[in-house]
């Protein structure tokens, strides 16, 4: 029998899927499983296999699915909710279907025109928004920049809750792409987080010159290895470096003047973003995307099962 | 018997070499093969295997060698030549040595200090500029602003023969990155130039926006893709706009203005330097870059052997 406080929460990103067993706010059970993007079963036979012995002990759950699982490479499709959007907004766009006796809901994403005019779309990050909101009640009141930094950080402007617009960038993609594939990559190990001084070096390269110079700055990175013998770990560092304050200084620029940013993500590049941002004169706050993603989650459940369901 | 005329010209690049038979200005025969960054076997095993007919039929016969050859994963490492430099630098400063009785040359590169202050590298360009310059008398006098497009595209300032200083650009290699490997790629397929109309559009909206928005306008080639329904190709076009634009009028803006810049290289490449270029309201003249390579290796061939040899 359905215990009704119980449910399923799962993000399920591009390269990755976290499904978590919940009772409330407590974390009863966590799995983990391909992405949307790399999977090479069905996703539904995934969802079952992962989630089989905690449905054999509690009988049929609810999920609440976000992220790139409701694309059209994903389970099914939702749409992209047009900004501003809340959360209620959010849950009403949601897409419901029932699976072996319990109801899947997939979040849908936010789609918006960006600070530079143009159509801009999320999928995943707007429920770490709403987690933000949730376990940081301060950023659901007033007017707040936050930055989720990832393979394509996403910059969004809330407000009373609502998200007002987003602006995305290609960062992360970018840095995987030339670390891996492109002439200044040298492996692809992780580089440890503010271990070569690279990083630093980076961002204070970036802010001397003049706007729009990254794409001539990027080549440094490989001649500075030829002629300075930059060590490679340095060299990775300081490609991060030129590529996160160049999108650091130019989204501060779209969004005007702030005194504070929320950065919700993973700890390493979020502390990486916090001290681009303190190298433009902005001071940053962490929240864990990871949490942002849970929080959210039970959020739209519980305040989907006090409303419709 | 080694005919004195007679020489091997080879552009040997990262990822193709191009081997001609020369006598004075005309061409006897041509081979292709594998790239530096691509072979599987020695480069003396490749280069024997493609000359080795010219060879049976006309005697030994010297060589002259450049780009990628030159480099610590080539034939044998090269210097790159300080800039300011000439052709008589790069001849003293190249590498000869005896290979089945006949002298093989390996052109160096040159390094710089940037306009943006930093080091700086180019590898097989120097060659098809002095081409330039023996082609086209008119750029070997007075100052004159070139663009040499590709992998990594380098910018050129010559003032009387003399190559003063340059800057390289990620651009080629973003673009290929991008649309091989990214979220943004739709397969591998060359976009026709001009056929879509999402050039002029991603140099237009470039144009449009404020330094330092290219981190940010690449997320729109896929959000177009996703909410304006913008095909494929265009979308493709779009991108390469959107970098080649970036790449011009940041270079415009660091050798400061100029009224015309001699764009060398692959012709379809070229001709979208120079739309990007017009559309900054700068003019373009065009040289082929292989008949510059070729008019280049000629031109140290004959001047090496005028003087030294």
Known sequence: MEDSTLFIAGDWGTTSLRLTLCRGAEV??????????????????????????????????????????GTRIGWIETPYVPCPAGSAAVRRAAVRFILDNAPVTIVPGLS???????????????????????VMPAVARGRHLLVLPGT?????????GMVQSFLSAMTGEIFALLRVHSVLSMGDGNPA????????????????????????????VRSRQLLEAMPRDEAMDFLSGLLIGADVTAA?????????????????????????????????????????????????????????I
């Open 28 to 69: 009863l059970g966590r799995a983990n499983g391909p992405g949307v993007g790399v999977q090479t079963g069905a996703l539904e036979t995934i969802f079952r296999s992962l989630s089989k012995g905690w449905i054999a002990e509690h009988g049929p759950l609810p999920a609440f699915l976000c992220g790139m699982v």
């Open 112 to 134: 918006c025109s960006n600070p530079l005019g143009a159509p801009d779309v999320m999928r995943g990050e707007e429920t770490q928004i709403f987690g933000a909101l949730a």
């Open 152 to 160: 394509h950080a996403k910059w969004a402007i809330v407000e009373d």
């Open 193 to 220: 987080a503010g271990s070569t001084g690279g990083f630093a070096k980076g961002i204070a390269r970036l802010k001397a010159m003049p706007a729009g110079a990254i794409m001539h700055l990027l080549f440094e």
């Open 252 to 308: 501060l620029q779209w969004f005007g003047t702030t005194t504070s940013v929320m950065v919700i993500g993973e700890p390493a590049l979020a502390a990486r973003y916090g001290e681009a941002l303190e190298a433009f004169g902005v001071a940053a706050n962490y929240l864990d995307g990871a949490t942002c993603a849970l929080a959210g989650l039970r959020a739209l459940f519980v305040n989907t099962k006090r409303g419709e």
